[in-house]
């Protein structure tokens, strides 16, 4: 696997990796210390996912990440304390305690779009957010996540049909841990590639190993570049494994030993430090620094989040409306004088196209299917991310 | 100048509202080359073009879902169900998603959900809906019914420029079948507030939508009798116009609330309950109710006009309240 980054962006993407696995071994303690008022939805084994996705963006790009996409929030900007406080439901929270987990954004500066319980509804909202961005004349490129459970839900195919038909700049990664809380993901989809789905939507697809951040990073970026260009969306399905229960709560004893110990082998963390090592990008004293970095982060923002008041409780009452509190503005990034005053001269008829020649294609000829040769198996794509991981 | 009709004040609203700001779009399946199944956006498309009278995939939930992406971007979505009905397909992410957006995370979603609802037209179960309570129970919505074209227009046009999501459910039996002659300038109505259609003091008749004409109705037959109902619009159900309908009762005594909602958990219980805890010294008899049936709403019109309720229903009952 080639890539184009630099030094500098290897080492930022382990930060990143690092910080998301620290904070959430620190929430994990939190969560003992029963200071997480909620429920706590780890991401482990998944880190190179959230990251490497978010890194492909650009600052003006959106994103909704999901429950297990804390990696994209701090990629995005968002700090641990931002995470600690929302789950510790303190009035410090980016929603000040409205809402927990990692369900919060900032429509304003990041451009992160909270999302909510309900799974695939982000995928019709992203579409929107990048039909209205093709409108204002951004060149923006929006992306969420989805889990292999989610992609069974029915907004994720009108999602995705409707974002091919609106050719929306818009990015689908399907994160397939094969897991959805109990399930393996043959109960979810007869599917052996979740990435087929954008076939029937004439959606572009790829599959990617989701345990290698640079993979991820590159295909993102390619997916990415692909979407701005105009040529509509593409759905990236990362084949990971959730390493732990659905959440804290469950101990997953539903899951074979030994699926986890194989899984174990290809823990993401370990194989970007290796790949660093080989690629000589960094050594011992790099590392301590990055990971003394880190340590220092998350216990300022231990500190801080542990010290901050929970919200006053009238406060349950305010926010239901906005009443004159946001002032609702669009980006304009093409001259407003291209649209007003209206002079569309559209006329009530659709312009399509080769019509003729699809109303005149005879019916297929159905030809009895061959028989498969004994022996011989079609390519898997579980072959083809060992292939692409070099195993 | 000619009278509007009550179809052509919503086409007009959006209109005006899409000329006068670009960031107002319109979204929905056949709303563009078509004009709508009712015809209510003809013209729009070749007025403001492709880019803002967008046609769909026959997906509900993607409609709603794109408004919401589009008024996180700025924009003022109208998004358009073919038939209110249709409604029940986007429930999710009109309750779950638009409706919380600002409470939980403070961001607004400026978007207007409109669509022809209502019986009375032989629609059947599937195209005569009353949605409208699904929705008042859901905090963060907004949910306008205007009876008449000029709060048709007004209405509208104050609800593309709210900043909160706004269901604007469009009576179809009154599409043209009502019309006035509407101001030349750019009026609102503005969204919260009850009008008193009609004054008396022998009994209060609260309604909406279709079923004030029926009320007006029913009020000009008691007169005949000697009853006078005074009889108010409410015009917008979330939020409720607490005060116009308590100053009523308070003058009258008494109190009908006509809908064509079904009974149970239409929005005659939360009033006679908002009536019962502010004004219950003030009243001289029960509160009365006349609503359609428990039922979904029959095809046949046989069954039909036996399910609604009418100006004679309206009658009899106010006449019982009035003597009581």
């Not at chain 1, 572009?204 to 570049?225: C, F, I």
């Not at chain 1, 349950?316 to 980006?331: K, L, P, Q, R, S």
Request: charged residues 25%; hydrophobic residues 40%.
């Amino acid at each position: 696997m080639t890539t184009t980054l630099t030094r500098e962006q290897h080492l930022e993407l382990y930060y990143f990796l690092r910080l998301n696995r620290e904070l959430e071994e620190q929430m994990v303690r939190l969560f003992r210390q029963n200071k997480i008022v909620g429920g706590l939805y780890p991401s482990l084994g998944q880190e190179a996912i959230s990251v490497g996705t978010a890194y492909a963006l650009g600052p003006g790009d959106w994103i909704a990440p999901m429950i297990r996409n804390i990696g994209a929030l701090l990629v995005r900007g968002f700090k641990p304390r931002d995470v600690m406080t929302q789950h510790m439901a303190r009035y410090t929270s980016p929603t000040c305690g409205k809402d927990g987990t990692s369900h919060f954004g900032d429509l304003k500066s990041r451009h992160v779009i909270s999302p909510i319980s309900m799974l695939g509804d982000l995928i019709p909202v992203m579409a929107g957010i990048a039909m209205a961005g093709r409108y204002l004349g951004q060149k923006i490129v929006t992306m969420t996540w989805i889990g292999d459970g989610g992609a069974s839900t029915g907004v994720f195919h009108e999602g995705l049909n409707f974002a091919a038909v609106q050719k929306a700049a818009f990015v689908l990664i399907v994160e397939n841990n094969q897991w959805a809380y109990s399930t393996p993901v043959e109960k979810q989809s007869a599917l052996r590639d979740l990435a087929d789905r954008a076939k029937a939507y004439g959606v572009k697809s790829a599959v990617v190993d989701g345990n290698d951040v640079l993979a991820v990073e590159r295909t993102t970026r390619e997916a990415v570049s692909y979407a701005r260009a105009g040529n509509g969306p593409v759905l990236i399905e990362a084949k990971t494994m959730r390493m732990l229960g659905h959440a804290q709560h469950d101990a997953a004893e539903y899951v074979p030993k030994a699926m986890l110990e194989a899984w174990k082998q290809r823990d993401p963390l370990d194989r970007f430090e290796k790949v660093l090592t080989e690629k000589k990008l960094w050594d011992a004293k790099t590392k301590k620094e990055i990971d003394e970095r880190i340590a220092r982060e998350i216990r300022a923002d231990v500190e801080f989040a542990e010290n901050s008041p929970f919200p006053p409780p009238e406060s349950a009452e305010e926010g239901v409306y906005c009443e004159g509190c946001h002032t609702i503005e669009a980006d304009w990034q093409r001259p407003k004088e291209e649209l007003m005053p209206p002079r569309s001269s559209v006329k009530a008829e659709w312009p399509l196209k080769n019509f003729a020649a699809n109303g005149a294609r005879p019916p297929a000829v159905r030809q009895p299917a061959p028989k498969a040769k004994p022996g011989k198996k079609p390519a898997r794509a579980a072959a083809r991310v060992r292939a692409k991981a070099g195993r | 100048m000619p009278e509007t009709t009550y179809l052509e004040a919503i086409r007009q609203a959006m209109f005006e509202e899409m000329d006068r700001d670009p960031a107002v779009v319109l979204i929905g399946e056949d709303v563009g080359v078509y004009g709508g199944a009712f015809k209510t956006s003809e013209g729009l498309l070749a007025r403001f073009g492709w880019e803002r009278v967008i046609d769909t995939p026959i997906s509900e939930s993607a409609i709603v879902g794109a408004a919401i992406g589009m008024s996180y971007a700025g924009l003022r979505p109208i998004a358009e169900m073919q038939f209110i009905d249709f409604i029940a397909c986007a429930f999710e992410m009109i309750t779950n998603f638009a409706a919380k957006s600002h409470y939980r995370w403070g961001a607004p979603v400026p978007m207007v959900l409109r669509g022809p609802s209502g019986g009375g037209v032989h629609g059947g179960p599937f195209h005569s809906a009353n949605p409208e309570m699904y929705f008042v129970h859901t905090p963060g919505l907004k949910v306008v019914c205007p009876a008449t074209a000029r709060d048709a227009k007004g209405l509208l046009k104050s609800a593309i420029r709210d900043n909160n999501p706004v269901l604007f459910f469009e009576h179809k039996f009154l599409y043209r079948r009502i019309k006035e002659n509407l101001p030349a300038d750019d009026f609102t109505v503005p969204i919260g507030k009850a009008a008193v259609r009609r004054e008396g003091r022998d009994l209060t008749i609260v309604s909406y939508a279709a079923m004030l004409h029926a009320s007006l109705e029913a009020a000009a037959e008691l007169a005949k009798e000697g009853i006078e109902a005074e009889v108010i619009d409410l015009r917008t159900l979330l939020p409720l116009d607490r005060e116009t309908i308590l100053a009523s009762v308070r003058k009258t005594n008494k109190l009908l609330v006509v809908h064509e909602d079904t009974r149970t958990g239409g929005i005659a219980g939360e009033i006679a309950a908002i009536v019962m805890e502010s004004a219950f010294e003030d009243l001289d008899g029960p509160v009365r109710r006349v609503t359609s049936l428990d039922t979904p709403v029959p095809y046949a019109p046989g069954l039909e006009q036996y399910f609604l309720p009418s100006p004679a229903k309206v009658v009899a009952v106010a006449r019982e309240l009035a003597h009581y």
